[in-house]
T-cell receptor, first 114, second 109 residues
Framework: KAGVTQTPRYLIKTRGQQVTLSCSPI?????VSWYQQTPGQGLQFLFE???????NKGNFPGRFSGRQFSNSRSEMNVSTLELGDSALYLC?????????????FGPGTRLTVT | GQSLEQPSEVTAVEGAIVQINCTYQ??????LSWYQQHDGGAPTFLSY????GLEETGRFSSFLSRSDSYGYLLLQELQMKDSASYFC??????????FGGGTRVLVKP
């Protein structure tokens, strides 16, 4: 069974631009969660989608948004990029909602904002 | 809100035993997970405790005490490949999953 895939793996953007990251979950998984990881900050939860609906949201500004498609693939968008948005963005999929099921993480997208 | 505390770094030698503690303040708590992440890699699931007590999986064991809001991950017979970051994560009402800041384990020969 193929694992969680994320594209692109690396991205360099300029302040003020916007970016869209993509995540394809493991086949059969209906939940996709997104996390931001920076040195010293651990894994910060962004949001979780289940069956195309946002089920949980972390404490991030509205510049961070996401969506999930009927095939469970998910995208995350960050508008008006700031230098502080430079991070590794991880998505994770699970059979059911993240809090109750083992999560499988993708390799991440490393975003650098200059 | 939710918060989890774990030590930032632990160093030990090969063959030793390491215990990584995790204390949590989580409303509606119902379980504690542990994940391992090697440098440059993705986090991978290690264990999940919903009930008090010890769960053993090979060289790794995880413990939970709900009354103390405390858990730990025990790494036995440490190997060089165990050098990684270890995260505890609390599951709570609303199916929210909150991660701790991670503990970096450095295994020395």
């Amino acid at each position: 069974k193929a694992g969680v895939t994320q594209t692109p793996r690396y991205l360099i953007k300029t302040r003020g631009q916007q970016v869209t990251l993509s995540c394809s979950p493991i086949s059969g998984h209906r939940s996709v969660s997104w996390y931001q990881q920076t040195p010293g900050q651990g894994l910060q939860f962004l949001f979780e989608y289940f069956s195309e609906t946002q089920r949980n949201k972390g404490n991030f500004p509205g510049r961070f948004s996401g969506r999930q498609f009927s095939n469970s693939r998910s995208e995350m968008n960050v508008s008006t990029l700031e230098l502080g948005d430079s991070a590794l963005y991880l998505c994770a999929s699970s059979l059911g909602l993240a809090g109750a099921h083992e999560q499988y993480f993708g390799p991440g997208t490393r975003l650098t904002v200059t | 809100g939710q918060s989890l505390e774990q030590p930032s770094e632990v160093t030990a030698v090969e063959g030793a035993i390491v215990q990584i503690n995790c204390t949590y303040q989580t409303s509606g708590f119902y379980g504690l997970s542990w994940y391992q992440q090697h440098d440059g890699g993705a986090p991978t699931f290690l264990s999940y405790n919903a009930l008090d007590g010890l769960e053993e999986t090979g060289r790794f064991s995880s413990f939970l005490s709900r009354s103390d809001s405390y858990g730990y991950l025990l790494l036995q017979e440490l190997q060089m490949k165990d050098s990684a970051s270890y995260f505890c994560a609390a599951s709570a009402a609303g199916n929210k999953l909150t991660f701790g800041g991670g503990t970096r384990v450095l295994v020395k020969p």
